[in-house]
């Protein structure tokens, strides 16, 4: 059964520096999403990807963020200037279609550890 | 902002016991309702859709609108259940889901 695969499983990486969290979704998709779980706390969506451009980001997805999908197959959550607090689970997921009912595939996460 | 609120963080029973975890979402919209579920080191992978109405190893869920509410059920729990449970509502296709808290679900034997 085809799966969403993210890399690395584990980032860890300094504050201010730049970090690319990559993720192939599952190949006939056509949403694609980043969510992310700090420890101890609630699965939060961060940003929602279709047809090329974010169709949806939430209040956390500021200029800092950014996700492309550079070649057909990867799809990239990029921060620019990592802070202490961007230390998390991030999640990335995607979705086959436009009827409903439908749902969304999650990938096995990146751990990132900010320092 | 839509809310999805899980109020047991932890629910342990025994094996073959019923058990129920709770659920409810703030009434705004046409909301689609699904509960997830993570075993130990695994991903986060759909458990139901209220869509659907079906029962999937054994759970169920009833969207009850008058009470906002989504619990998910089963009447004989197994120690295999034993996993995070995390209940989250969608508005439209392609959209962001949002989560509760989760229920960390412990089955003793």
């Known amino acids: 059964e085809p799966e969403v695969t993210q890399t690395p499983s584990h980032q860890v990486t300094q504050m201010g520096q730049e970090v690319i969290l990559r993720c192939v979704p599952i190949?006939?998709?056509?949403?694609f999403y980043w969510y992310r779980q700090i420890l101890g706390q609630k699965v939060e969506f961060l940003v929602s990807?279709?047809?090329?451009?974010?169709?949806?980001k939430s209040e956390i997805f500021d200029d800092q963020f950014s996700v492309e999908r550079p070649d057909g197959s990867n799809f990239t959550l990029k921060i620019r200037s990592t802070k202490l607090e961007d230390s998390a689970m991030y999640f990335c997921?995607?979705?086959?279609?436009?009827?409903?009912?439908?749902?969304?595939?999650f990938g096995p996460g990146t751990r990132l550890t900010v320092t | 902002a839509q809310r999805v609120t899980q109020p047991e963080k932890l629910l342990s029973v025994f094996k073959g016991a019923p058990v129920e975890l709770k659920c409810n979402y703030s009434?705004?919209?046409?909301?689609?309702l699904f509960w997830y579920v993570q075993y130990s080191r695994q991903r986060l992978q759909l458990l139901l859709r209220?869509?659907s109405r079906e029962s999937i190893k054994g759970f169920t869920a009833d969207l009850n609108k008058g009470e906002t509410s989504f619990h998910l059920k089963k009447p004989f729990a197994q120690e295999e259940d034993s996993a995070m449970y995390y209940c989250?509502?969608?508005?439209?296709?392609?959209?962001?889901?949002?989560f509760g808290e989760g229920t960390q679900l412990t089955v003793n034997p």
């Open positions: 209220h869509i």
């Open positions: 990807f279709y047809n090329n451009e974010i169709s949806e």
């Open positions: 190949s006939n998709h056509l949403y």
């Open positions: 997921a995607s979705s086959p279609s436009t009827a409903i009912p439908y749902e969304q595939y």
């Open positions: 989250a509502r969608g508005e439209t296709s392609g959209s962001r889901l949002t």
């Open positions: 009434y705004s919209g046409s909301p689609e």
